[in-house]
Nanobody
């Protein structure tokens, strides 16, 4: 198990920025690629970003590329999502997730590829 806790969500005006954090318990955090997903009401969970275990490789969904940045600090058991130039359509509950590479649940842009999830943090962008 990898307990995950997100924080940093809130209400922001369009064009503003937020930084989400996700912290993990235990001493195996550095073994897991980490991802961020989001889910708006009535919509499917959407891939936002992924970062490799060493932080050297990052991947982004088309709708956030160039505006969001994922990073991690393995010494702090934390992964971050810096969100800039926010738009109302970015409003959603944001989840961090850990990918246990010992299991395969599909391609890494799918929620099924991830084994452990946080409880989510709400981001609301007003127009």
């Amino acid at each position: 198990q990898v307990p995950l806790v997100e924080s940093g969500g809130g209400l922001v005006q369009a064009g503003g920025s937020l930084r989400l954090s996700c912290t993990a318990s235990g001493d195996t955090f550095s073994n897991y690629p980490m991802g961020w997903f989001r889910q708006a009401p009535g919509k499917e969970r959407e891939f936002v970003a992924r970062i490799a275990t060493n932080g050297l490789h990052t991947y982004y969904g088309d709708s956030v590329r160039g505006r969001f940045t994922i990073s991690r600090d393995n010494a702090k058991n934390a992964v971050y999502l810096q969100m800039n130039s926010l738009k109302p359509e970015d409003s959603a509950v944001y989840y961090c997730a850990a990918d246990d590479l010992r299991t395969y649940g599909g391609t890494w842009s799918l929620p099924t590829a991830y084994d452990y999830w946080g409880q989510g943090t709400q981001v609301t962008v007003s127009s």
